[in-house]
């Protein structure tokens, strides 16, 4: 572990000896990477919960969220495995999985600007104001957003929240099912709309940064 968490492996070639430390070493890289850089961390100790919101350490999250549903999108599966009466069954739900990091990318990058404007002290002061999954609130201080932009937000939310993990959104909350469709039918959300203002709510960190080095 200790040699694990020293390197800055550019592949995946730990992960088939030990998925579970693979996986969760990216704080570690981040504490190496920036040792490297000069900054005087220590890489053999568990992180600590400021270093864990580092808004650098949230964006490269989010970007790989993002990464992920593009390569789930890009791969069309057959589900042979299954029947066939219930493959088309398995394909919304692959869709779903990938608008669920759609939004969980979303969600990470539209906190990690919060850290930014807010700084780690005030982020972590704020609470519960930012403990959810709705993007739309996440996302107000984001401009130029119109009435269908925030909608979107508020469909996807459904995925990162339930849709992405279960078929049922729980009992008596059946009609956040109908929620998602009447977002999509009263807007005609096409998936050109979603990325676009998918793109257009992660890009705006780049002026997120450069206002708070003004």
């Known amino acids: 572990m200790a040699n694990q968490r020293n390197s800055l492996p550019p592949g995946r070639e730990t992960f088939a000896q030990?998925?579970?430390?693979?996986?969760?070493?990216?704080?570690?890289?981040?504490?190496?990477?920036?040792?490297?850089?000069?900054?005087?961390?220590?890489?053999?100790?568990?992180?600590?919960?400021?270093?864990?919101?580092?808004?650098?350490?949230?964006?490269?999250?989010?970007?790989?969220?993002?990464?992920?549903?593009?390569?789930?999108?890009?791969?069309?599966?057959?589900?042979?495995?299954?029947?066939?009466?219930?493959?088309?069954?398995?394909?919304?739900?692959?869709?779903?999985?990938?608008?669920?990091?759609?939004?969980?990318?979303?969600?990470?990058s539209l906190k990690a600007m919060i850290i930014v404007q807010e700084g780690i002290e005030g982020y972590t002061q704020m609470g519960k104001k930012t403990l959810h999954h709705r993007l739309e609130d996440l996302a107000s201080f984001v401009p130029d957003l119109s009435k269908k932009d925030k909608a979107i937000l508020r469909g996807l939310s459904h995925f990162v929240s339930w849709a992405g993990r279960y078929p049922d959104p729980g009992t008596g909350k059946e009609q956040k099912l109908e929620e998602i469709f009447d977002v999509g039918e009263k807007y005609q959300v096409t998936a050109s709309d979603l990325f676009n203002v998918s793109g257009r709510v992660m890009s705006y960190a780049q002026t997120v940064v450069s206002q708070a080095l003004d």
């Open 18 to 108: 030990d998925p579970f430390s693979h996986s969760a070493l990216g704080a570690m890289k981040w504490e190496s990477a920036s040792l490297y850089a000069g900054y005087p961390i220590d890489p053999s100790a568990t992180p600590l919960s400021e270093q864990l919101k580092n808004p650098v350490l949230w964006m490269t999250q989010a970007h790989a969220m993002s990464q992920a549903a593009t390569a789930v999108l890009l791969k069309e599966q057959s589900f042979a495995e299954m029947p066939l009466s219930v493959r088309a069954v398995c394909e919304s739900q692959y869709c779903a999985i990938a608008m669920m990091l759609i939004g969980y990318s979303l969600e990470v």
